[in-house]
């Protein structure tokens, strides 16, 4: 009776390794679809085609390293923030649910969109996507249709950031024909969602200071269309004037998440990563990564991996 029990045994440890190898393969399988992103939302004026994650005449050539399978959320950046932004949620749900990860990169005006996406609909259930766009830019639902709270995000790279909003608008400046120059206005942008619920991501905040010869315009050091009050990703419901610290006249924007001279506090999860102290970064890419867009993309070149 012993040899019965000693075969029963045996195939019973052979079913357990097969078990095992077969969970083991399917991990395998799984963590072989996992991939980073780099997300690229552009600002006023967009450029790219709607939906096409691939087109980057907002910012540059394609060919340009810019991280790990970069993408370009495009919007028309014309239209106001409500309107537009479930195109920033599509781009979210594509590359940045399930196995996914992604970095973000944005621009201007495309830092509000970011912001109004994590703080109105980053703690909502999202369905896990496939990472595969149709031509509008949507992604097909993974098997099973799993689902998600918010978005899996590693840290947001902002070059110029327009979540406080800029003096041009307030003053009518840009043409005010535009829906998004309403959204633009210092008072507006500020009270369009809480920018303290980051969802526990970080924004690192790059601060041109390139000016001209229509600062007076704007608050403090400004890189031509945006001051270090909206740059910099300091709180409050309008525009504090903030400068380098080469300005005597004028309280210091200061490094990292530390109060501002004079007092003046970031929003949460904001950290200034770049000040301009030698003011030679201006607001516009040229459709050549140019502008405060550079050092962004440097960064993210070297840490989007």
Request: proline share 2%; charged share 15%.
């Amino acid at each position: 009776m012993s040899k019965p029990t000693n075969k029963r045994w045996n195939l019973k440890a052979s079913s357990i390794a097969i078990a095992a190898g077969a969970v083991a393969a399917l991990g395998m399988i799984s963590s072989a679809y996992a991939a980073n992103y780099t997300l690229w939302v552009n600002g006023r004026g967009g450029g790219g085609q709607d939906g096409n994650y691939a087109d980057f005449k907002y910012w540059g050539p394609n060919t340009t390293d810019a991280g790990v399978n970069k993408k370009a959320v495009n919007w028309n950046g014309y239209d106001r923030v409500a309107t537009k932004n479930y195109q920033i949620r599509d781009a979210l749900d594509c590359f940045c649910t399930g196995t996914n990860w992604c970095y973000i990169g944005a621009h201007s005006a495309g830092n509000l969109q970011t912001g109004y996406a994590l703080s109105l609909f980053g703690g909502t259930t999202r369905q896990v996507k496939n990472a595969t766009p149709n031509a509008s830019g949507v992604c097909g639902n993974v098997a099973g249709n799993t689902t998600q709270v918010g978005w899996n995000i590693k840290w947001v790279n902002v070059a110029s950031g327009a979540a406080g909003g800029s003096e041009l608008s307030d003053l009518g400046s840009w043409a005010m024909s535009e829906p998004l120059v309403s959204d633009l206005k210092t008072a507006t942008s500020r009270a369009m969602y809480d920018h303290n619920q980051t969802r526990g991501k970080w924004f690192n905040m790059y601060a041109g200071a390139k000016g001209t010869v229509y600062a007076f315009v704007l608050s403090g050091q400004d890189d031509q269309a945006v001051s270090y009050h909206s740059t910099g990703g300091v709180s409050g419901s309008g525009g504090t004037e903030l400068c380098n610290p080469s300005d005597w006249w004028c309280n210091d924007l200061t490094m990292g998440t530390a109060s501002n001279e004079g007092g003046s506090r970031k929003w949460s999860f904001h950290t200034v990563k770049l000040r301009d102290d030698k003011e030679q970064f201006d607001h516009y890419a040229r459709s050549n990564w140019q502008g405060i867009i550079d050092p962004v993309r440097k960064d993210i070149v070297i840490n989007a991996r």
